[in-house]
């Protein structure tokens, strides 16, 4: 398709597992993001790719999370030691460049028992 | 501490009649806005948009107004129909160091009942 699509749309984990989450942009977007939603809770800015490059990682919550980009293309957000606090839908967003409008992913809903 | 903030969870209107979304903001470097709207189990979509120097945009039934003194925008949809029904998110962009960053609110849910 030509959205952005994110997979596994679902995933349920352990407390203490690592959970991957992965992010295909629209095709030439060179900006990626990645949000989560927490019950109740707007959406919270995680991290922001320009390309492959990550200027601004100040929205990661803890170092247990990490993000990286391949590629100019697909995007993986790695949860380390996942806590039941880090349940949330994540969402990834593509925009053509910094500044343009952003385009949404469906959401992975990541619920850690 | 939250920069945008929408104080009304939800909202219900009467099908043709306006829709007003409210959204508030603190930080005053803020130069773009925007509206999200968005279905359960689906991302966001973008709606509409607003620039700081404009103090309103209107696209069809839908209309943003910016009052940039009270640091405050409203989204009007007229007239509402039960398909727009969802969450409205505001959103605010600011650019720092030559970056951007989006800031977003909790959403209010708009009911439009036939």
């Known amino acids: 398709g030509a959205g952005v699509s994110q997979s596994p749309s679902n995933k349920v984990t352990e407390k203490g597992k690592d959970v991957e989450l992965r992010c295909d942009p629209i095709s030439g977007h060179t900006a990626l993001y990645w949000y989560r939603q927490s019950l109740g809770q707007g959406l919270e800015f995680l991290i922001y790719f320009q390309g492959n490059s990550a200027p601004d990682k100040s929205g990661l919550p803890s170092d247990r999370f990490s993000a990286e980009r391949t590629g100019g293309s697909v995007s993986t957000l790695t949860i380390q030691r996942t806590q039941q606090e880090d349940s949330a839908v994540y969402l990834c967003a593509s925009s053509l460049g910094q500044g343009e409008t952003q385009y949404f992913g469906p959401g992975t809903r990541l619920l850690v028992l | 501490d939250q920069q945008v903030k929408q104080n009304s969870p939800s909202l219900s209107v009467q099908e043709g009649r306006i829709s007003i979304l409210n959204c508030d903001y603190t930080?005053?470097?803020?130069?773009?806005f925007l509206w999200y709207k968005k279905y359960p189990a689906e991302g966001p979509t973008f709606l509409i948009s607003i620039s700081s120097i404009k103090d309103k945009n209107e696209d069809g039934r839908f209309t943003v107004f910016l009052n940039k003194s009270a640091k405050h925008l409203s989204l009007h949809i007229v007239p509402s129909q039960p398909g727009d029904s969802a969450v409205y998110f505001c959103a605010a962009s600011v650019t720092a160091s030559g970056t951007y960053k989006y800031i977003f609110g909790t959403g209010t849910r708009l009911k439009v009942l036939a």
């Open positions: 930080n005053s470097m803020f130069d773009y």
